[in-house]
């Protein structure tokens, strides 16, 4: 299995309501292309894990760099595993509205009570969850 973690920043024209769209597509090529992953979005940053085979996910990847909705684009890691950090996810996702701010504080805390508990076996899980927890903290 192969994964690879990476960041971004959401171009200034991005919307919030450009979210679900980009999902959508997002899972629909993922599903049929056998890709996992999980995206995160919060304060205008992206972060992101994909899994799946290397020729695939590195085709995907080349895609995603060329993307105008976002910039800053840095490939924290990528490498090989043993198995699916987010089996069964072709994009695991919340995004939350604006003014739940206690919602986000339960989802942030729990967010990361899940990092601390799930298996960090490679340096990609590892920069992906520690990359998400930056960001959910700031």
């Known amino acids: ?6 960041w ?3 171009s200034p024209d991005l919307r919030d309501e450009d979210i679900p769209v980009i999902l959508e ?3 629909e090529f993922n599903s049929t292309h056998n890709i996992t992953g999980c995206l995160l979005y919060h304060k205008r940053r992206f972060v ?5 085979e290397k020729e695939v996910v590195q085709a995907l990847y080349s895609k995603i760099a060329q993307d105008p ?5 840095l490939l924290l890691a990528e490498g090989y595993k043993d ?3 987010f089996a069964g996810w072709s994009m695991a996702y919340y995004q939350l509205s604006k003014g739940e701010v ?3 504080k339960l989802f942030i805390d729990n967010f990361i009570t899940f990092s601390d ?11 992906f969850w520690g990359a998400a927890k930056n960001l959910l903290e700031k």
Do not use: P
């Open 25 to 27: 597509k997002a899972r």
């Open 8 to 10: 971004s920043s959401a």
């Open 69 to 73: 909705r976002h910039s800053d684009i």
């Open 83 to 85: 198995e699916r950090v």
């Open 117 to 127: 508990l799930t298996r960090k076996s490679t340096f990609s899980s590892l920069l």
């Open 102 to 104: 206690l919602d986000e």
């Open 48 to 52: 992101q894990m994909l899994e799946g």
């Open 1 to 6: 299995m192969y994964e690879m973690t990476y």
